[in-house]
């Protein structure tokens, strides 16, 4: 075995100090933070046609980003579907999932939750000249809209309006389109994501959100089962994004133009 001369072994040595460094430093993580949110939700998680980003998740994201060291050019935001926000947790796709992303039992089965940041209510949207329609009961003998194997449409069918006529599409903005052209009476989903459409460039003025409570929905940020480090730093980023105010602006920012009504922050619940 050659032993390596003096100038070849510090720069062997030079090296494995550089690598062991790779992680971290001074300025803050190096390497990209791949986040998945939704990208067809107005006000919530939505990738235009520039390839911008904008939606309330989208600014919980990234200050908690801020807050775990990472620069806003070191976010990828990545697409998921809610089929497959566990799995690409699972797979490390993603270091974290935020596109309402209601916390319950079954979920947390496969993925740890931080949270929740926000409460949203299911409710109806309907056109902003509609006065028939102020109770899901009313939906009775009604053209009804959400998206295919909605949990929010059986629900008012189910137990609600079983009268109710339902029309499922393969996504959100098929349903405000027909809704707005007058195929049907109502569309149903989370508040938050009706308003978003509401306040939506081009919708201003077009629609109105009914206001019900029809269930309650805490949306909480996703993390690998067991990464309890990351759902502590993640819980901290939220209590400090509401404590300075950017929780409330983000809030004003994405909903204010449909008049929703938003609760107060939620107390955060998860990893106790």
């Known amino acids: 075995m050659k032993v390596p001369k003096a100038g070849a072994l510090v720069a062997v040595i030079g090296l494995a100090l550089t690598a062991s460094g790779c992680g971290e ?36 994201s990234t200050y908690i980003a801020k807050e775990l060291g990472y620069k806003p050019e070191q976010i990828e935001f990545k697409k998921v579907d809610s089929s497959d926000r ?5 797979y490390n796709e993603v270091k974290f999932v935020a596109a309402s992303y209601s916390i319950n ?3 947390k089965e496969k993925v740890d939750f931080a949270g929740p940041y926000f409460l949203a209510h299911q409710d109806l949207l ?6 028939a329609i102020t109770k899901a009961e009313d939906l009775n003998n ?36 027909a ?14 994501i009706l308003a978003g459409y509401a306040a939506q460039k081009g919708n201003a003025g077009k629609f109105k959100l009914v206001g019900l409570s029809l269930s309650n929905e805490n949306y909480g940020i996703g993390v690998k089962k067991g990464d ?3 759902q502590g730093k993640i819980n901290a980023a939220l209590k400090k994004m509401v404590q ?18 938003n609760e107060p922050a939620p107390q955060i619940t998860t990893g106790s």
């Open 25 to 60: 430093s001074d300025s803050g993580p190096k390497g990209n933070l791949s986040i998945g949110i939704k990208f067809d939700q107005p006000g919530v998680g939505l990738r235009d046609q520039s390839g911008t980003f904008s939606g309330f998740d989208v600014d919980v």
């Open 86 to 90: 566990e799995l690409l947790l699972q």
């Open 105 to 107: 039992d079954k979920r």
């Open 126 to 131: 309907v056109r902003a000249d509609e006065t």
């Open 142 to 177: 009604k053209k009804l809209c959400s998206v295919t194997g909605s949990t929010s449409a059986q629900n008012v069918k189910d137990k609600l309006a079983p009268k109710a006529s339902l029309l499922e599409l393969d996504g959100y903005s098929e349903c405000v389109i």
């Open 179 to 192: 809704l707005q052209d007058g195929l049907v009476d109502a569309l149903t989903t989370d508040n938050s």
């Open 228 to 230: 309890k480090e990351l």
């Open 244 to 261: 300075d105010g950017s929780w409330e602006a983000a809030v004003k920012k994405n909903f204010g133009p449909a008049n929703y009504r």
